[in-house]
């Protein structure tokens, strides 16, 4: 026996269901059978947007978290770069210390 297949439904009418839950005054049965979908489905919907709907009212807009974004990734290849480095120098002194006690034996 196999499942059937499992409906993908798109962004977009995702909102519909849950705006239209939120809105019509109808029952989640109502709208089940309206749209074709689960009531369970469009009450996870619902609260999906009802949890996601204050960042809509962020202030910070997509280009300042742009540009805070590579800021902060210059940064860290800038700290990757000193790491690098003082790793290098210590593996470096790591190194001659070994050979240093290596001869005194």
């Known amino acids: 026996m196999s499942k059937g297949k499992r409906n993908v439904y798109s962004a977009e009418f995702k909102a519909k269901v849950a705006l239209a839950s939120l809105t019509s ?3 989640l049965s109502e709208l089940a059978s309206e749209y074709g979908v689960h009531p369970v489905m469009i009450a996870n919907w619902k609260a999906a947007l009802l949890d996601s ?3 809509v009212f962020e202030k910070k807009n997509k280009k300042d ?3 805070d974004s590579e800021r902060v990734i210059n940064e860290l ?3 990757i770069g000193v790491l690098s480095a003082e790793r290098d120098f210590l593996q470096g002194a790591s190194d001659r210390l070994a050979r240093r006690v ?3 034996k």
């Open 25 to 27: 005054g109808k029952t």
């Open 53 to 55: 709907a204050s960042t």
């Open 65 to 67: 978290s742009g540009v």
């Open 77 to 79: 290849h800038r700290q």
């Open 102 to 104: 290596k001869g005194l």
